[in-house]
């Protein structure tokens, strides 16, 4: 069947697939370890460094693994991060947006008006 859809509910629909995209850009972005290769590349001898190592060396799960990296690094206040730390930080929410998330969330929005929206319009 169709789903019926009224002209207040069209713009939840929209922003809720949106908002969904932009979150499961930021996890996908998070389990791929792209931001934490970064702090060991570019930044080997830091604080941030040496607690994903320290995370590293025990043997966890990979949702214990990537709750221990957020903690460790919202842990870390700006004012005792290394130029090289906040650059690094400012870099993976740059690419988290702009590669993962944004992309992510502008697809959903247009899957879900597509199908749930644009089939009750008469155009």
């Known amino acids: 069947g169709k789903i019926q859809t009224f002209r207040y509910t069209t713009v939840p629909i929209v922003l809720g697939s949106g908002f969904l995209g932009y979150k499961m850009g930021k996890f996908s972005y ?49 004012s005792d991060l290394s130029g ?16 993962y998330s944004l992309p992510l969330a502008l697809v959903f929005s247009g899957l879900f008006y597509r199908i749930v929206v644009a089939p009750s319009l008469k155009l």
């Open 84 to 99: 090289k730390e906040e650059f690094i930080l400012m870099e993976c929410n740059r690419v988290a947006f702009y590669v």
């Open 30 to 78: 998070i389990n791929s370890g792209n931001c934490t290769g970064l702090f060991e590349e570019k930044a080997p001898n830091d604080d941030i460094n040496k607690q994903i190592q320290e995370i590293r060396q025990r043997q966890l799960t990979d949702a214990e693994l990537i709750e221990r990296y957020r903690k460790a690094i919202r842990s870390t206040r700006r």
